[in-house]
C-alpha cells in the first residue's frame, strides 16, 4: 500500500499443474489485503501472468516477479523476515512485535508462503516463524489473516489507480463500473 | 467452537479434480478458524475425506458433511445467512450487525462460500452478501479473514478436543507431541 515500508510476499516451491491455483491465490490475497509486491519461483510463469492480468483490470500499484533463486532473496533481504508455518509462535503472540518493527521500525517485511515442505534453513533465515494456529489448513488463509493483522484492517480501505473497472459494494446483486465514470 | 450459536460453512459448487483442493482448504479453514460444521456438494467426497482425517488426528469437534441439495439448506435454514463475494457490502461495514445477530441474538449462521458462478437467488437468499474487498482474489482468504472477524480472535484461543497430537508453537523447527503426553 505504500504506506510506509514495503511489505513482499514469497512464494516458496511451486510444483507446475497442481500448486497452479493455489499459488495464484497467494499473489491475488497478497494484493488485494495490502502488500506492495509477490514473488514467485520461476516455474509459475502462468500464475504470475493472472495475477498481472487482474492488477492491468483493477488496479494497483502492485507487482508480481519470478526469481530463480529465493534462497538468495531470503539471505540478502535488508528487513525482517516473516515465517508463516503451522509450527510457529502464536500470531496473536508476536503481531505486535512484528507491527513495531515494520510501522515504527521502517522495517520492510518479507512474509514467506511455503508449498511443499519447506528447507530448515528458512526457520532459521526467519525473524519470526509464526502459526495462524498451529493447525493444518490453507497457506492461503493464514497469508489472509496475516495481513489483516498487520495492516489492522486499513488495508480495507485502500484505494487504487489505475483501474479499468471497480466493484461497486451492493447489498444484493452485482455492480461493476468502469473506472474513469466517478 | 460450541461458544454461542452454531457457524456453518456452505461450499457451493465443485468441480471434481479442478476444484478439489480450493475445497479441502475451505474446510480446513473453516475448521482452523473456529467454524463448527462445513458442508460440501456431493460430488466433493475426497475433499471431505481429508478434512475428517485432519479433524481425527488434530482433534474437533468438528463436523464435515456433503449435501445433494444446498439449496434447500439455504431455504430451510434457521437463522442468518451470509454470502462472501467481491461484489458485496464491505466486510468492515456489516461485521459489527452479524457479529450481534450471532452472539447477542443467538442466531445460528450459515456462510456460503461459492466456487464458479453463484446462482443469483443465493444473493436473495442471503442476510447479507459481504466482501472482504470489492477485489478478486481468494474464497479461502475471504472466509479466513471473515471467520477471525466475526470471533474476534477467539478462534485462536481454541482447545482442541480428542487430538491425537499436538503442535506445540515454537521460535524455530517444528514440535509435534503426542496429545496424551501432556
Redesign the interface.
Known amino acids: 500500500m505504500n504506506e510506509t515500508a514495503e511489505v513482499v510476499i514469497l512464494r516458496l516451491g511451486h510444483r507446475p499443474g497442481r500448486d497452479e491455483?493455489?499459488t495464484t491465490?497467494v499473489g491475488?490475497?497478497a494484493?488485494?489485503?495490502g502488500a506492495d509486491r509477490v514473488c514467485f519461483p520461476d516455474n509459475a510463469g502462468q500464475s504470475k501472468a493472472t495475477v498481472a492480468d487482474?492488477t492491468d483490470r483493477?488496479g494497483g500499484p502492485f507487482d508480481v516477479e519470478l526469481t530463480d533463486s529465493p534462497q538468495a532473496m531470503l539471505r540478502n533481504w535488508a528487513g525482517k523476515i516473516v515465517h508463516l508455518t503451522?509450527?510457529?509462535?502464536?500470531?496473536?503472540?508476536v503481531e505486535g512485535e512484528i507491527r513495531d518493527a515494520h510501522q515504527d521500525a521502517g522495517e520492510p517485511l518479507l512474509v514467506v508462503v511455503g508449498a511443499e515442505k519447506v528447507p530448515?534453513d528458512v526457520?532459521?533465515e526467519?525473524d519470526w516463524?509464526v502459526?495462524?494456529?498451529?493447525?493444518?489448513?490453507?497457506e492461503?488463509?493464514?497469508?489472509?489473516?496475516f495481513l489483516?493483522?498487520l495492516f489492522e484492517?486499513r488495508?480495507?480501505?485502500r484505494e487504487?489507480d489505475d483501474a479499468d473497472r471497480?466493484?461497486?459494494?451492493?447489498?444484493?446483486?452485482?455492480?461493476?463500473e468502469s473506472a474513469d465514470e466517478e
Chains 1, 2 share one sequence.
Open positions: 491455483r493455489m491465490h491475488l490475497t494484493r488485494a489485503l487482474i483493477f503451522m509450527y510457529g509462535e502464536r500470531v496473536q503472540d530448515f526457520y532459521e526467519a516463524n502459526g495462524v494456529t498451529n493447525q493444518p489448513h490453507s492461503v488463509a493464514g497469508l489472509a489473516v489483516d493483522r484492517g488495508e480495507l480501505e487504487w471497480r466493484v461497486i459494494p451492493m447489498e444484493t446483486g452485482k455492480r461493476v
